[in-house]
């Protein structure tokens, strides 16, 4: 019992893990690109969230591969979650698009 729950928090963590990283990546392009220092935020945030993620990997993981591989698993999922949440919204096409003309040979 103790295991699963053990097994059951490597993956949560994985999942907080993630949503810190690839939610801080989101922000950090959201603030980036309208900063008068864009490179500083850029090498900033990736210091700082890569670190915060081995960190928290190597706290999470104990030693233990099992534990290890499950905060991945979780840390994937997240940055499917994410990716979803904050992409832009899909837009169904009702036609096909149409194939652009050609210009007249002369």
Do not use: D
């Not at 994985?14 to 690839?22: D, Q």
């Not at 309208?34 to 081995?54: D, I, Q, V």
Request: glycine fraction near 14%; charged fraction near 10%; proline fraction near 4%.
């Amino acid at each position: 019992m103790n295991e699963s729950v053990s097994l059951m928090g490597a993956v949560v963590a994985g999942v907080l893990l993630g949503t810190m990283f690839f939610g801080g990546l989101w922000w950090t392009v959201r603030q980036g690109v309208s900063a008068n220092r864009p490179a500083l935020w850029f090498l900033g945030s990736l210091l700082l969230r890569t670190g915060m993620a081995l960190a928290g990997f190597y706290v999470v993981g104990g030693g233990h591969w099992e534990r290890l591989l499950l905060c991945l698993l979780g840390f994937v999922i997240a940055h499917f979650l994410v990716t979803r949440l904050t992409g832009p919204p899909v837009e169904q096409h009702k036609f096909p698009a149409k194939e652009a003309g050609r210009a007249s040979e002369s």
